[in-house]
Structure formats: C-alpha cells, structure tokens
Nanobody, 121 residues
C-alpha cells in the first residue's frame, strides 16, 4: 500500500502564511505527479496545484501568484507554500499523487487524509 501523510495545517490570520507537507510512503516504484486539492464546507473538492516529477507545475487561478508547489523526489514529498492567505482559502487540504507501486503495476491515484487550514479575518 501507499500512504500519503499531510502536515502543516492550522489557524492563521488573513495575510499570513502556512507551509503544507505531504510524504508518500510504502511500496513505491515511481511517482508521476503530486499535488494538492482542497474542499471547503458545502463545496466540491477543487484543484489547488500539481507538480510533475520533472518539476512542471499547474495552479488554480485562485492559487496563482500566492501559492507555490514544490517537491523533493528523493523524499517522495510534496510541499505547498501558501502566502497572503485569505478567509476563502479556509478548507481541508488534501495531498494526492499518481503512483506506480511496482514496475508491472498500473498507475494509481492516492489521497491523503487531509489537513485543516483555517484563515481568520
């Protein structure tokens, strides 16, 4: 099995910063992309940012210019640096990754349990 474990969420004031981390562990042959989604109360889960193994990134419009996604391939870890946070960024943030467990296995999408980010006004 592959597990994704997030850390770094919490409560922050408007304009503040947080850094989320997510480490993948277990039987892993290769990780293609890694990234972050979020889900606010009463809303659907939405893309925040993704990054490929080669470092190509993709951001939601709401994250562009304020958030930075990065990864350490050697540690199977992805990060999300969030700056200039707004109350509308309040959500549960989920780590996700496309993983191949063995050379013969198919690619799988894995999700973490989520970490709460709350931005107070």
């Amino acid at each position: 099995q592959v597990q994704l474990v997030e850390s770094g969420g919490g409560l922050v004031q408007t304009g503040g910063s947080l850094r989320l981390s997510c480490a993948a562990s277990g039987t892993i042959f290769v990780i293609n992309w890694m990234g972050w989604y979020r889900q606010a109360p009463g809303k659907q889960r939405e893309l925040v940012a993704t990054i490929t193994s080669g470092g190509s990134t993709n951001y939601a419009d709401s994250a562009e210019g304020r958030f930075t996604v990065s990864r350490d391939n050697a540690k199977n870890t992805v990060y999300l640096q969030m700056n200039s946070l707004k109350p509308e960024d309040t959500a549960v943030y989920y780590c996700t990754a496309q993983v191949r467990r063995t050379v013969a296995a198919v690619m799988e999408i894995r999700w973490g349990q989520g970490t709460q980010v709350t931005v107070s006004s």
